[in-house]
């Protein structure tokens, strides 16, 4: 069963990037896609982007110009950069398996726990 | 850019059937997911491609999609039932979610 598990700094200060890292245990990273997803406390979710083993990437294109994923298959990890921070990039951050069968059809499970992100000086 | 409408909230007695619409543009043309999110959890996939369920999920939970409405229904609503429901659909070349409708089982 494959388990997702989030970690970096839980406070950014205004301007800097944020940085995560998701770790993926149970399974291989290959040949999934993986996806970043956060949620504002009391808010919605807002999808921030994937990537898949090989590196191939898309973006939310309300967040493409500061959003940055990488992937590490020999560790089986992905991570997530956000530039240029602001107090409304304050959210839970999740990553999350993306299955992804065409430009139409794909879903997100599991997720990891998440992690709260603020964006505070 | 493409948007999903769910109402805030819906409210359902135990036992009963509870019904969340979600809306969109032709969304009968698209794939919609369901996520259930209960109170300090993450979210959970209860239904893919507009009505299949994943390993686990009851078959209480089951979705349809025709025309601008995709629906998740619950049939014989129970207590641990409520929480928040997300549908989700592909949109505009990216990810897009609804903003939600809290499910109170009352």
Do not use: H
């Not at chain 1, 940055?68 to 602001?86: A, G, R």
């Amino acid at each position: 069963q494959v388990q997702l598990q989030e970690s970096g700094p839980g406070l950014v200060k205004p301007s800097e990037t944020l940085s995560l890292t998701c770790s993926v245990s149970g399974g291989s990273i290959s040949p999934y896609y993986w996806s970043w997803i956060r949620q504002p406390p009391g808010k919605g979710l807002e999808w921030i982007g994937y990537i898949n083993y090989n590196g191939s990437t898309n973006y939310n294109p309300s967040l493409k110009s500061r959003v940055t994923l990488s992937v590490d298959t020999s560790k089986n990890q992905f991570s997530l950069k956000v530039s240029s921070v602001t107090a409304a990039d304050t959210a839970v951050y999740y990553c999350v398996r993306t299955i992804r069968y065409s430009s139409s059809l794909n879903w997100f499970d599991p997720w990891g726990q998440g992690t709260l992100v603020t964006v505070s000086s | 850019s493409y948007e999903l409408t769910q109402p805030p909230s819906v409210s359902v007695s135990p036992g009963q059937t509870a019904s969340i619409p979600c809306s969109g543009n032709k969304l009968g043309d698209k794939y919609v997911c369901w996520y259930q999110q209960k109170p300090g959890q993450s979210p959970v996939l209860v239904i893919y491609q507009d009505t299949k369920r994943p390993s686990g999920i009851p078959e209480r939970f089951s979705g349809s999609n025709s025309g601008n409405t995709a629906t998740l229904t619950i049939s014989g609503t129970q207590a641990m039932d409520e929480a928040d429901y997300y549908c989700q659909a592909w949109g505009s070349s990216t990810v897009v979610f609804g903003g939600g409708t809290k499910l109170t089982v009352l």
